[in-house]
Each structure stands twice: as C-alpha cells, then as structure tokens.
C-alpha cells in the first residue's frame, strides 16, 4: 500500500466538532486502502491523552507525536517561573475584561485573523521532528491548516506534497477587514504582504485541496494554475429511520460553533445586536441556543444584551438536539464549507443562512434553504417560516434530498481516494 503521512496542528479527537468528525471519518475510511501516518501535536497532557485514546481505535495507523514542548524550560526557581506564569494568565484576563467593557471596542479588528496571517516562525524542534519524520519514505505528505502552511517549504523535493485549505485566508481578512470601525494604512499593508505569504506558500506545495467549488475557483487565479487544484468536500455523517423523522419548530433557533472561530463569535453577537432586538419588536417568541464551547466573559455580555439566549456548550448526541428547532447561520466571514448547515440538514431542520454562509453549498434559496443578508430579512424570513409549518417540512425534505445527492458520504470518501490515486499517478 501507498503510504501518506497527515501532519495537522489540532488532535482530532474527541469527536466535539465537525472538522474532528470530518478527519476521522476521513482516516477511518483509508487506513485499509492506505499505510497512514498522523503526526501530531498535543499541547497538554489532556491531548496526550486524546491521543492514546485515538491509537486503541486505529491500531493500523502510525502515529508521529510531538510533546517535547510542553517540557517547562529550565529555570532559578521552578515555584516563582510557575507563579509568573499565572500571574501573567490573569494580567491578560483582567486586561480583557476591561477592554470588553468598552463600547467602542472594535472586536472584528482585535480578534482579526490579520494580524496573524504573516509568516510566524514554529517551534524550532517541532520543525526538527516534522523534518526528520517526512524524511521515512512517504508517498504523499498532506499539510492541513493555515497554521502550517509554512511547512511546504520544508518537505522534501521527490514526495508529492498536499495542502488542504479548509478556509482561504486572504478572502477571510477581507471579510473581517468590511467589519473594522475604520482600516488604517498600515492594516492596507499587512493584508497585502499576507496576502502574497500565502500565494508563494500555496505555491510551494505541489497539490492544493479546497473544501468547495467555489474556493478551488479562488484558488486556481490566486495561485496562478488550473492543474493540481482539487475540491473535495468534508464528510458529514447522515442519520436515517426513526431519528431522521422531521419535527415541526414553533419558537426554539439553534446556531453550532465555538467562539475560538471568530466568524462563529461575529455571528452571534450580530444576531444578539440586531437580529433578536428586531424579533422582539415584531412580537416574536423565540429561544436562541448556541451549541459549542464558549468563554465566560463573551456569554456573559451577550446573554445580558439577548436574554433570549442559551449557551448549551457540548451536545453528545447532536442531531437529537436540533430536532424541533430552525438553524440560523448568520455568517459574515470566512470560506470553505460550513460544516453546520450540513449538519444541521442531517438532522432534518429548516435552514436561515446568509449568502456567505452557504457559499460553496449548493443549496438553492427557497428550495432547500432560505437566505438572508441584512438584520431585517433575517427577521422576516424566521418569522414566517417558524409560523409556516408546511415550508419547513418542504425545506427539509429537499434539502435531504439534495445533501444524499451532492454529498454523499461514501461519494465525498471515494472522491478522496480518487485524487489521491491522481497524484500518486502525478510524474511532475
């Protein structure tokens, strides 16, 4: 068997959230077509663990991991570097706290992507190990993340090499750059030298693999070249029988995401602001549940603005919970594929989204979803399709429908393999 080794920045299990569930579905379906490799990351004994947990389930996968980092540094006084440590973890906590106090805080631009997207220099013996792993003989290495993309300039010359780019960056600065109070000449700057890092780091990698048709068209004129460029969606998992029966919704909304992804945090703070004022006003009744993990001081300040809101945090059995309820995806920023609208479609609910939101989705407005794009369409489209019970069982038939058609999950795995079979047949 071909062998392949996946370096990714996150350990993708346990199962809490669509891009862990996408990789492991990924894996669980290759590992008996291919000799797989993961090379990994735990930044904390908890990961560690993660990560055994993960060799029991995939006893015919290597595993490459890296921990010596999470060695403290040698230090005069062990107690005192450990006391400094903490103190600095609450200095920044309560610097926070007063800065989320402020009105005129502009968060799109203090939690911008933007500022981070230039070349950052990794761990340097994290580069030793990664630079002594991929030299073992492997047929393709696959980079995934933004955060590695600096590792094309490091594999070798005679393996075929593959970035995955689950979200283009250039096009995510964008968006979030629209959101800033004002932009600055020096913020014009910046996002054209990170612009250009992340086309010569794109360029460095002999394949790329988009997450959608939209993003590989991005991503053919951004890199200058039509060959080598691959869609290939993530794989969401259906649910059939009696759990995929359809539940009318009268009042409850449901939005998945953690607050770590900005897009996901801009999300739910424009629907807290603008979205749910206007709702009240109308005479809806509504409760707005947000499923993922999210920090205190943020849940805090939106539940005091929407007290319509329920952070729900980790929901084991995911599709059950949705059930009787209308997912809204009031995204403003980012690319890639929204890995909550699919599964939110599994799980036979009626879709809100912007156009943003489903873009690289082929889902049609009015037939298999509804978008809207200002505060005031959103408004108008969750009243009448909460009160129209018969347009959200259209909805989630044909929206089921075309997922099984568009992504079925045996098609998107197959189509996987497929590319990697083109690449391995790649003599360039």
Request: glycine share 4%.
């Given at each position: 068997?071909?062998?392949?080794?996946?370096?990714?920045?996150?350990?993708?299990?346990?199962?809490?959230?669509?891009?862990?569930?996408?990789?492991?579905?990924?894996?669980?379906?290759?590992?008996?077509?291919?000799?797989?490799?993961?090379?990994?990351?735990?930044?904390?004994?908890?990961?560690?663990?993660?990560?055994?947990?993960?060799?029991?389930?995939?006893?015919?996968?290597?595993?490459?991991?890296?921990?010596?980092?999470?060695?403290?540094?040698?230090?005069?006084?062990?107690?005192?570097?450990?006391?400094?440590?903490?103190?600095?973890?609450?200095?920044?906590?309560?610097?926070?706290?007063?800065?989320?106090?402020?009105?005129?805080?502009?968060?799109?631009?203090?939690?911008?992507?933007?500022?981070?997207?230039?070349?950052?220099?990794?761990?340097?013996?994290?580069?030793?190990?990664?630079?002594?792993?991929?030299?073992?003989?492997?047929?393709?290495?696959?980079?995934?993340?933004?955060?590695?993309?600096?590792?094309?300039?490091?594999?070798?010359?005679?393996?075929?090499?593959?970035?995955?780019?689950?979200?283009?960056?250039?096009?995510?600065?964008?968006?979030?750059?629209?959101?800033?109070?004002?932009?600055?000449?020096?913020?014009?700057?910046?996002?054209?030298?990170?612009?250009?890092?992340?086309?010569?780091?794109?360029?460095?990698?002999?394949?790329?693999?988009?997450?959608?048709?939209?993003?590989?068209?991005?991503?053919?004129?951004?890199?200058?070249?039509?060959?080598?460029?691959?869609?290939?969606?993530?794989v969401v998992q259906m649910i059939a029988g009696e759990e995929g029966k359809f539940v009318p919704a009268t009042r409850?909304?449901?939005?998945?995401?953690?607050?770590?992804?900005?897009?996901?945090?801009?999300?739910?703070?424009?629907?807290?602001?603008?979205?749910?004022p206007r709702l009240r006003k109308k005479g809806a009744s509504f409760a707005f549940q947000v499923i993922g993990k999210w920090h205190t001081v943020y849940a805090k300040k939106l539940s005091d603005s929407c007290p319509e809101?329920?952070?729900?945090?980790?929901?084991?059995?995911?599709?059950?919970?949705?059930?009787?309820?209308?997912?809204?995806?009031?995204?403003?920023?980012?690319?890639?594929?929204?890995?909550?609208?699919?599964?939110?479609?599994?799980?036979?609910?009626?879709?809100?989204?912007?156009?943003?939101?489903?873009?690289?989705?082929?889902?049609?407005?009015?037939?298999?979803?509804?978008?809207?794009?200002?505060?005031?369409?959103?408004?108008?489209?969750?009243?009448?399709?909460?009160?129209?019970?018969?347009?959200?069982?259209?909805?989630?038939?044909?929206?089921?429908?075309?997922?099984?058609?568009?992504?079925?999950?045996?098609?998107?795995?197959?189509?996987?393999?497929?590319?990697?079979?083109?690449?391995?047949?790649?003599?360039?």
């Amino acid at each position: 068997m071909k062998k392949i080794l996946y370096i990714i920045p996150y350990v993708p299990y346990p199962l809490t959230s669509g891009g862990n569930q996408a990789f492991f579905h990924m894996i669980d379906y290759l590992r008996d077509k291919m000799d797989i490799s993961i090379l990994l990351y735990p930044i904390n004994k908890a990961q560690e663990s993660d990560v055994e947990e993960l060799k029991k389930l995939w006893d015919n996968v290597d595993f490459y991991v890296f921990t010596e980092s999470m060695k403290d540094p040698e230090v005069r006084n062990p107690f005192y570097y450990k006391w400094l440590k903490k103190a600095r973890l609450s200095v920044k906590r309560k610097m926070r706290r007063q800065l989320l106090v402020e009105d005129k805080w502009d968060i799109a631009r203090n939690r911008s992507t933007l500022f981070v997207s230039n070349f950052k220099p990794l761990h340097k013996k994290y580069v030793r190990f990664i630079s002594k792993v991929v030299k073992q003989g492997f047929d393709i290495i696959q980079v995934e993340f933004y955060e590695l993309i600096s590792l094309g300039y490091l594999l070798p010359e005679d393996v075929q090499t593959v970035f995955v780019h689950h979200e283009l960056r250039y096009v995510r600065n964008e968006n979030e750059m629209l959101l800033f109070n004002q932009v600055n000449d020096e913020e014009r700057m910046l996002f054209r030298i990170a612009k250009n890092f992340e086309r010569s780091a794109l360029q460095s990698f002999k394949h790329i693999i988009a997450l959608t048709e939209t993003d590989r068209q991005l991503l053919t004129g951004f890199v200058g070249r039509e060959k080598r460029i691959y869609a290939s969606p993530a794989v969401v998992q259906m649910i059939a029988g009696e759990e995929g029966k359809f539940v009318p919704a009268t009042r409850r909304l449901t939005f998945i995401g953690s607050e770590d992804h900005y897009p996901n945090l801009d999300a739910v703070m424009w629907f807290c602001k603008e979205i749910a004022p206007r709702l009240r006003k109308k005479g809806a009744s509504f409760a707005f549940q947000v499923i993922g993990k999210w920090h205190t001081v943020y849940a805090k300040k939106l539940s005091d603005s929407c007290p319509e809101l329920e952070f729900v945090g980790y929901i084991e059995d995911l599709h059950a919970f949705l059930q009787g309820s209308v997912s809204v995806v009031p995204v403003r920023i980012g690319s890639g594929m929204r890995m909550k609208i699919l599964d939110a479609i599994s799980s036979r609910i009626p879709v809100v989204t912007t156009t943003k939101g489903v873009e690289g989705i082929d889902l049609r407005d009015g037939e298999e979803c509804l978008k809207a794009d200002s505060a005031d369409e959103f408004v108008d489209t969750i009243i009448r399709l909460l009160g129209d019970v018969n347009l959200q069982e259209k909805l989630v038939n044909q929206a089921d429908y075309r997922l099984r058609q568009l992504y079925n999950p045996q098609k998107m795995l197959d189509r996987r393999l497929e590319i990697y079979n083109q690449i391995l047949a790649d003599k360039g």
